[in-house]
């Protein structure tokens, strides 16, 4: 709170930047309080001088914006109703929306408990004033967590590892039952199995769902991992994106309150108790600032730490456990790598001051760049568990109806979502990690906006060598190359023989390069043919790989939708033809420091040595003339050897040609070699 209050810098600076926001004529709701019960109301509510000048400040602060963030004009979407399509089922009196109870006359129910009237509720946070909002165009109705044991902050951590255990072991027999063949009734087909593995991948997504957010997260990060789990798990987790259940809005706002340190009404002028989106970790909602910008607030699920602290601990033992098994892969498969990738993950995505920074740091990549949209951080609203950022609202780039409503170019947008990611990728090195549609969105000038920035990879610059390495021993289809790249980066364990690993990597190389531009395959398809023939192979792809793979092969498909002409290799070709001609200046600068320090290194040995190689070449010469050697020269080397000795007595050029003395006994031997009497000119 004391950040709040004493920092009011910071509004000022998002003032001057936000101008056109806050004269936007479109606003959340129109304040239930007029500046002067506002004041009068002020008087009550800050009681420090310190918060009261904060106050002043704020009011001063709401005089109309003209310009916006990068300079762009700041739009909404039009105003229809929020909840247009989603009144509740006939006969039923109230619904649940996104963990807020409403009954049809408006009446919130919390925590569906009852109808109830909050002490706490501030005077600000009328429903009524809802009816302004802008819409959210394709608002999901959320389930609500009430019910799912995780949602209780009280958890017993030992019914939770009973829970946790329960379900690695269920699927353990589970899988095991799946592949043995003499479980199947009627004689084991691969039709039969495939349905089973279905049936189990279905109910490994409602498991997931109902252990919660370690699990959920989790199943989301599996979901990139086909080389780890079979095709069917893969997909069904793949769902969990978008069936998080969330949490109802006084929690949320008590949460806030707790973590900020200050009471909701001093914090926002308005609240918006709907979230807009529900996610594993936490959910988000709108609200107003006192100044008047317009802003969003991530909102983690309360308790997730503790929770973490024991699904990890759990986990780790299950990992091991894997790690030890035989039949799990345990020597090929590092699930001990695996599991500390994840919990780092996760524990990264659980710090939203962390997210604010990786945030900023976005930002600042693209600041020059007016095709990509980065919401600035709020810093004095954000604390590890709570993240304020500028509302920045747009179309998802996939929603093709309101982007074609729109007239929007569909071919400029999937080219500037492609081109954004190789700029993170080839030249600022810190990506997108999870770029599905859901975090990606269009903003009124074609724009492409980004969304979530809990998890971002950083190629390091050793890395970004490396993978360089790896790109050009691909395109000059070397195996061995691209062997060495792998080892480098980590991504391939170097074991005895290594042939094998060389073949299938030949193979890739020779089969992904060999296609014509009709033939094109997609990134998830090379994907799955890498990840097949890294089977039963010493590799091991780090996740930064993965997660650059799967992000690639997200845009592509995203790419496919927006504009059936998409080609990936059409966008990408400038960028790598950057990079080659980059290795070609640089390998024409090598070469020639390389020829230079060679000529240098020659002229010094052949100074220094001089003197005593001259003295070596004239006893040679003295013998082979008083006929006490011979030389013996292949066939093919005469020529070059008569043309050297005629033109110089000290035949420097001696070394390159081959000699072998021979004794006068020795030059009784047999073998064909051609018999040659040196004569030498003077
Ligand atoms: N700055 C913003 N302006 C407008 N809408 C936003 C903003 N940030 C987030 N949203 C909306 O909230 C949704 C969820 O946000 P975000 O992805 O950051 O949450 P999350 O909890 O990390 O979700 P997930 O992990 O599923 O991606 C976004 O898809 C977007 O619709």
Request: with cysteine.
């Amino acid at each position: 709170m004391a950040a709040i209050l004493a920092s009011n810098c910071y509004c000022r600076y998002g003032d001057l930047i936000n101008h056109e926001r806050s004269g936007d004529k479109l606003s959340f709701s129109s304040s239930l309080l007029n500046h002067d019960s506002l004041e009068k109301y002020s008087c009550h509510l800050f009681k420090t001088k310190k918060e009261q000048k904060f106050y002043v400040e704020m009011q001063k602060m709401e005089s109309p914006a003209k310009v916006g963030v990068n300079g762009r004009p700041t739009k909404m979407v039009p105003t229809t109703d929020t909840r247009k399509g989603k009144s509740p089922p006939v006969g039923k009196t109230s619904q649940m929306i996104n963990g807020t109870t409403r009954n049809v006359n408006g009446v919130r129910k919390v925590n569906g408990v009852g109808l109830v009237k909050r002490d706490t509720d501030p005077p600000l946070m009328k429903s009524s004033s809802f009816k302004e909002l802008p819409p959210i165009e394709g608002l999901k109705v959320l389930p609500s967590d009430e019910g799912f044991s995780w949602a209780s902050e009280n958890y017993n951590s030992f019914q939770r590892s009973v829970d946790v255990w329960t379900f690695v072991l269920s699927l353990r027999l589970r899988v095991l039952f799946d592949n043995a063949k003499w479980s199947y009734l009627g004689g084991f087909t691969e039709d039969k199995q495939r349905s089973r593995r279905q049936k189990t991948a279905s109910w490994l997504r409602e498991c997931v769902l109902q252990l919660g957010p370690t699990f959920i997260k989790l199943g989301q990060l599996s979901s990139t991992r086909s080389d780890l789990f079979p095709r069917e798990f893969v997909d069904e987790l793949a769902k969990l994106q978008d069936k998080v259940p969330a949490f109802s809005p006084s929690k949320a706002k008590n949460f806030i309150e707790t973590e900020l340190g200050a009471p909701i009404n001093q914090l926002f002028k308005e609240f918006e108790d709907l979230p807009i989106a529900a996610a594993s970790l936490g959910q988000v909602h709108r609200a107003i600032l006192h100044n008047g910008e317009k802003v969003v607030v991530k909102v983690q699920r309360p308790g997730l730490k503790k929770l973490f602290d024991i699904d990890l601990r759990n986990l780790k033992l299950i990992a091991e456990y894997f790690q030890k098994s035989e039949t799990l892969g345990g020597p090929t498969r590092d699930w001990v790598g695996i599991y500390e990738e994840c919990a780092k993950i996760l524990y990264e995505e659980i710090d939203y001051v962390n997210e604010g920074k990786n945030a900023d740091r976005f930002r600042r990549d693209f600041r020059n760049i007016k095709w990509v949209r980065v919401p600035l951080v709020y810093w004095d609203y954000t604390a590890t568990k709570v993240l304020t950022l500028e509302y920045v609202p747009g179309v998802k780039i996939n929603q093709l109806d309101m982007i074609d409503a729109r007239g929007f170019s569909r071919s400029r947008i999937s080219s500037r979502a492609v081109e954004a990611y190789l700029i993170q990728i080839l030249k600022t090195g810190f990506f997108h990690a999870d770029p599905h549609p859901g975090n990606l969105a269009i903003d009124v000038d074609e724009a492409v906006i980004y969304y979530d920035f809990g998890m971002m990879g950083d190629i390091k610059s050793f890395t970004r060598q490396k993978l360089l390495d790896v790109f050009y021993a691909v395109y000059e289809k070397d195996a061995k190359k691209v062997m060495q790249g792998l080892v480098d980066l980590g991504a391939l364990q170097p074991t005895g023989d290594m042939s094998s690993v060389r073949r299938s990597v030949q193979f890739f190389l020779d089969n992904l390069l060999n296609q014509r531009p009709d033939q094109q395959q997609t990134f998830s398809a090379i994907g799955e043919d890498l990840f097949a023939i890294a089977t039963d192979q010493p590799f091991r792809f780090p996740s930064t790989f993965t997660f650059v793979l799967r992000a690639f092969s997200t845009l592509e498909g995203i790419g496919y939708i927006l504009d059936p002409d998409f080609s990936f290799a059409k966008i990408a070709a400038p960028y790598a033809e950057e990079l080659l001609d980059l290795r070609q200046k640089q390998q024409t600068g090598t070469r020639l420091v390389q020829e230079i320090r060679k000529q240098a290194d020659d002229a010094r040995v052949y100074t220094m040595s001089m003197p005593y190689r001259i003295q070596r070449i004239e006893d040679f010469v003295k013998e082979l003339e008083s006929g006490d050697l011979k030389l013996r020269v292949r066939v093919l080397e005469v020529i070059v050897l008569q043309t050297v000795l005629a033109r110089s007595r000290y035949f420097s050029a001696i070394e390159h040609i081959k000699i072998v003395y021979i004794s006068r006994r020795e030059q009784l031997e047999k073998r064909p070699y051609y018999r040659w009497q040196p004569c030498i000119q003077s």
